[in-house]
C-alpha cells in the first residue's frame, strides 16, 4: 500500500490493517516519519523526532503480533506527544528554555499506558511555552502552522499535536487542555479532540500549569479514534492525586446506538457575545442536522457563565505561579517575556481573589448539575472564529490578547468544573477554514459526550477531508 495512503488513514482502519497483516507497524511508521520529514519544514509541528525509537517499537510491534501476541487497535500505531508529557531519555522541553534540557527518567503514566498498548511515539510536538497561552507563537522552537492555510495559527497551547494530526504526520497524538488547549485546536484544524472529565485520565509525568484545572486529551481524525485512545489512558492513577476511582470502562461500545430523545442544551447566554457570522450559521446547521437525528435541541440561560471566565484565570494565575516560583526566581531571562510577565502576576493576586474564585467553582458545580437534571448534553461553537493569522495569534500587549483569550472563552467555561467536553468539525468558513462544534457533558459521562458525538459526525462528512500539502 502508498505511504500517502497509509497516512491519510484513521487509527481505526490502520488497526484493522495491522491486525489483517496486510500492513506491517513498520511499514507504517515509515509512512509517517517520511511524512514528517517532509512536512516538518512548512509545519514546524515538532520539536523532538523520535525516529530510532518509533522504528525499534514499530519492528517490536511487528514481531510481538506475528507470534500472536496482538494488543489491541494501537498497536503498531504512530503517536505525537506534547512535549511536556515525560518520555525516559527523550528530553522534554514544555516548550521553555528553561527546560531545554530536561530528560526524565520515567514516563508518564499515559505514555506508559500507550506503550503498554503497543503504540510507537513518533515525536515530541511543538507547544505555546508551559502552555501557558491560547494562540500565541513559541518563539524559541518557532510557531506551527496550520495545515489548512500556513498563514494561518492552529490554536493552542497543543498547537503542534493538532498540526501533526491534521497534516497526516501522525494518526493520534495527546494534548493538554487547561483553558480549551485540546479543543480549540482540535477545531482550528478541523480535528476530533476530548477533554476527558477531570480525573478520568492520569496527569503524572505531566508539566502542570494549573493542577486543579489540567486535563490530558486525545485528539484524532475521528471519534472513533478518540474512543480507542480513551480505553487505554482512562484509568486511576495513584501517583496524579486528582485521579478519581472508577470502574474501567469501554468508550467503543458508545460509539453504538442513536441519540433519539438526546435532550440538547444551546447556551444562549455569554457564549454568543463574540462568534462570527460563518460560525454561528455552521453552529445552527449541526443543531438542525442532530435534530433532524432525533435530538431534541432547545435553547437555555444558564446563570454565572460570566463569572467563569476570572475565576478559572484567577485560579490559574495562582497555581502557575506557585509552580514556577522557585524557577522564575532564579533564571527569569529564560523565560519568554510573555509567559515571565504572567507568571509574575501570580505573586500579586490577593488570596481572598483566589478564595472567591473557588467559591465561584463550587456555586457553578451546583448550577451545572441543575442544568443537566434537564439537559443530557450541552451544544456551543467550539471557537468564536476560525483560525486567525500567524502575525494576529503573535500580537502581544494592549489588544494583542485578543486571538488567545477569546480563541478559548467558551471552551474555558468547562475547565473550572472538569466536565467532558469534545470538539468535532461541523464545517468549513468561506476561506476554506474548519470551524467547530463543542459538545458537553455531565462529569462522567465522557461515554454520552462520545456516544453523541459519533452519531452527529457519522451523519456528516467534515471529518472526511484533508488539507492539501
Not at 503498554?116 to 502552522?145: C, I, Q, W
Not at 477545531?187 to 477533554?195: R, T
Amino acid at each position: 500500500m502508498a505511504d500517502a495512503a497509509l497516512t491519510t488513514m484513521t487509527v481505526a482502519a490502520l488497526g484493522q490493517l495491522i491486525r489483517d497483516a496486510r500492513v506491517s507497524p513498520v511499514e507504517v511508521a515509515e509512512a509517517f516519519l517520511d511524512r514528517i520529514e517532509v512536512l516538518q519544514p512548512r509545519l514546524n509541528a515538532f520539536i523532538t523526532v523520535m525516529r530510532e525509537q518509533a522504528l525499534a517499537a514499530a519492528r517490536q510491534a511487528e514481531a510481538e503480533i506475528a507470534s500472536g501476541r496482538y494488543r489491541g487497535p494501537l498497536h503498531g500505531i504512530p503517536v505525537g506527544l506534547k512535549d511536556l508529557f515525560w518520555t525516559r531519555g527523550v528530553r522534554t522541553t514544555s516548550g521553555s528554555a528553561v527546560t531545554a534540557g530536561f530528560v526524565p527518567d520515567e514516563d508518564a503514566t499515559v505514555v506508559s499506558r500507550l506503550a503498554e498498548a503497543g503504540a510507537s511515539f513518533a515525536g515530541k510536538t511543538n507547544m505555546v511555552e508551559y502552555a501557558y497561552g491560547g494562540a500565541e507563537h513559541n518563539d524559541l522552537y518557532g510557531p506551527p502552522r496550520n495545515p489548512w492555510a500556513l498563514d494561518r495559527a492552529t490554536g493552542g497551547s497543543s498547537s503542534g499535536s493538532a498540526a501533526a494530526v491534521a497534516s497526516g504526520q501522525v494518526p493520534l497524538a495527546l494534548g493538554t487542555d487547561t483553558a480549551g488547549s485540546v479543543r480549540a485546536p482540535a477545531s482550528l484544524c478541523g480535528l476530533s479532540g476530548l477533554k476527558p472529565t477531570y480525573g478520568l485520565v492520569s496527569r503524572f509525568g505531566v508539566t502542570p500549569l494549573s493542577w486543579s484545572q489540567d486535563h490530558v486529551g486525545p485528539m484524532a481524525h475521528t471519534v472513533e479514534d478518540v474512543a480507542i485512545a480513551m480505553n487505554v489512558l482512562a484509568g486511576y492513577d495513584p501517583r496524579d492525586p486528582g485521579s478519581a476511582r472508577r470502574e474501567p470502562q469501554d468508550y467503543t461500545a458508545a460509539l453504538d446506538g442513536d441519540v433519539k430523545g438526546l435532550r440538547v442544551g444551546v447556551p444562549r447566554n455569554y457564549v454568543w457575545d463574540v462568534m462570527e457570522p460563518e460560525v454561528k450559521v455552521a453552529f445552527e446547521k449541526a443543531m438542525a442536522q442532530l435534530g433532524e437525528l432525533g435530538a431534541q435541541v432547545d435553547d437555555l440561560e444558564i446563570p454565572g457563565l460570566d463569572t467563569i471566565w476570572a475565576a478559572q484565570m484567577t485560579i490559574s494565575s495562582a497555581e502557575a505561579t506557585t509552580y514556577h516560583a522557585e524557577r522564575i526566581r532564579a533564571q527569569p531571562e529564560l523565560y519568554h517575556p510573555t509567559v515571565r510577565k504572567r507568571i509574575e502576576a501570580g505573586f500579586f493576586q490577593p488570596a481572598h481573589a483566589y478564595v472567591q474564585s473557588l467559591r465561584v467553582r463550587n456555586a457553578m458545580a451546583s448550577t451545572f448539575d441543575d442544568v443537566f437534571g434537564r439537559f443530557d448534553l450541552l451544544a456551543t461553537p467550539t471557537t468564536p472564529s476560525p483560525a486567525p493569522l500567524l502575525e494576529e495569534a503573535a500580537k502581544r500587549g494592549p489588544g494583542g490578547e485578543v486571538s488567545s483569550r477569546q480563541l478559548v472563552r467558551i471552551t474555558r467555561l468547562f475547565n473550572l468544573n472538569g466536565l467532558p467536553a469534545i470538539s468535532v468539525p461541523c464545517g468549513f468558513s468561506s476561506e476554506g477554514l474548519p470551524i467547530g462544534l463543542q459538545l458537553v457533558g455531565r462529569r462522567f459521562d465522557d461515554a454520552g459526550v462520545i456516544h453523541a458525538a459519533h452519531v452527529y459526525q457519522t451523519a456528516t462528512d467534515w471529518h472526511t477531508r484533508r488539507p492539501a500539502l
